[in-house]
């Protein structure tokens, strides 16, 4: 019977929404584990599922109040997992640039609107999803 009960509550874990989910980010100490009603919590795994999807990812969890805290390794999953959300739910803005060659390789331009903040020390992290679709990350090297 416990049993039985303990599966039905993996079940509901299973199909949580990503937008449904809420967290506690602590800014000051990014790593786990936190301090939560004077007591240290628990690192927790967890499964979602969107679309089909299935997603892993871990919590750090107040046995007292019921608060989840994520530390900065798991936010940065969870970016990467609404991010793979958008795209299922193709929210995402896209624009469409016309690919440059000079005689040896492809490359287009990114509008200024978007590229003001960049500077010298930035880079792109290209994840390649297959030979025509890529993510681009812009960031700091
Ligand atoms: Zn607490």
């Known amino acids: 019977m416990a049993k039985k009960a303990l599966q039905k509550k993996e079940k509901i874990n299973e199909e949580d929404l990503l937008g449904e989910v809420s967290f506690e980010v602590d800014k000051e100490a990014f790593e786990g584990p936190f301090t939560c009603c004077n ?3 628990k690192q927790l795994k967890k499964k979602m599922s969107y679309k089909g999807m299935e997603f892993d990812y871990k919590i750090w969890h ?3 109040c ?3 805290y994520l530390d900065s390794e ?3 999953r969870m970016e990467k997992i609404w991010t793979i959300q958008k795209i299922l739910d193709d929210k995402l803005i896209t624009m469409e640039r016309k690919m440059n060659f000079d005689g040896k390789t492809f490359f287009f331009r990114f509008p200024k609107e ?3 903040t960049w500077n010298k020390n930035s880079c792109a992290d290209i994840k390649m999803i297959n030979a025509e679709t890529f993510l681009v990350e812009i960031k700091c090297c």
């Open 39 to 41: 007591r240290k919590t």
């Open 74 to 76: 798991q936010s940065k």
């Open 66 to 68: 019921g608060k989840d």
């Open 62 to 64: 107040c046995s007292k």
């Open 114 to 116: 978007i590229s003001k």
